[in-house]
Each structure stands twice: as structure tokens, then as C-alpha cells.
């Protein structure tokens, strides 16, 4: 027997102590499937997550695109009374002008009215009078030729 033989139960022992081994190898590398899985699995949910995230950020921006141009129409909306408004007070200073001129206009006629009106009296008055004078006449001429 050479001088390098193990005892049975030596090699038993060793083998038992591969076996262990072998076994802690084998679970190690288990559980490292199972964290390489689990961090795939990790990586795949922070991939969607970050997906959503993206997606979020972009329909924020289609908001904040929509609300800017509803935003850009109100004040457009907004510019186009404010013209509007301006228009109706120039139209409105404009006729009150007007009106103040018809105004004048119709009391200038009516005055203008007044003085025909007295005119015209007096010429009555002076037609009148010229009446009296001619029936005068008229009547000192009877007189006259009787």
C-alpha cells in the first residue's frame, strides 16, 4: 500500500466535503439566478415605469401646448373686443356729435322759425294796417264825390 492512500473515512469525508461544496456552489448560483432575475425583472419594471413617465411627461407638454394656444386665442379673442370696444366708442363719440349738431341744427330752425313767424306778423300787422288805411281812403273818397 502506497504511502498517499487516504483512509475511508477520510475520503468519505472529502467527499462529502466536495458534495457540500458542490451543493453551497450550486445554491449560490441559485440564488444569484434568482437576483439576476430578480434585477431583470427590476430593470424591466424601471423600463415601463420610465416609459409611463415619458409618456406622462408628453401628454403634459400636449396640455401645456393646448392650454398655451387656448391662452394665445382668449387674448386674440380678447384684442379683437378690446378694437371692437374702441370702434363703438368712436362710433358713439362720433353720434353724439351727431346729435349735438341735429341739436343745434333744430334749435337754430326753430329760432330761424320764430323770426319768420314774427316777420310774418309783422307784415300782417303792416297788411292790416294798410287795410284800414285804404277803407279810409275809400271812405273819405265816397265822401268826396257824394
Do not use: Y
Request: glycine letters at 2%; proline letters at 2%; one cysteine or more.
Amino acid at each position: 500500500m502506497p504511502d498517499d492512500h487516504i483512509p475511508p473515512e477520510q475520503q468519505r469525508r472529502q467527499a462529502e466535503d466536495v458534495r457540500e461544496k458542490a451543493e453551497d456552489r450550486r445554491q449560490d448560483a441559485e440564488q444569484e439566478r434568482g437576483s439576476t432575475e430578480g434585477h431583470r425583472v427590476a430593470a424591466e419594471s424601471a423600463r415601463s415605469e420610465a416609459e409611463q413617465f415619458r409618456k406622462l411627461a408628453e401628454e403634459a407638454r400636449e396640455l401645456r401646448d393646448q392650454h398655451r394656444e387656448a391662452l394665445e386665442s382668449v387674448r386674440k379673442e380678447q384684442e379683437r373686443l378690446r378694437a371692437a370696444g374702441e370702434t363703438a366708442r368712436t362710433c358713439g363719440e362720433e353720434a353724439r356729435a351727431a346729435a349735438e349738431a341735429a341739436r343745434q341744427a333744430a334749435m337754430e330752425a326753430v329760432h330761424a322759425t320764430a323770426e319768420m313767424l314774427q316777420a310774418t306778423l309783422e307784415h300782417m300787422k303792416v297788411v292790416e294796417e294798410m287795410r284800414r288805411t285804404l277803407r279810409e281812403i275809400r271812405s273819405v273818397h265816397k265822401l268826396d264825390s257824394n
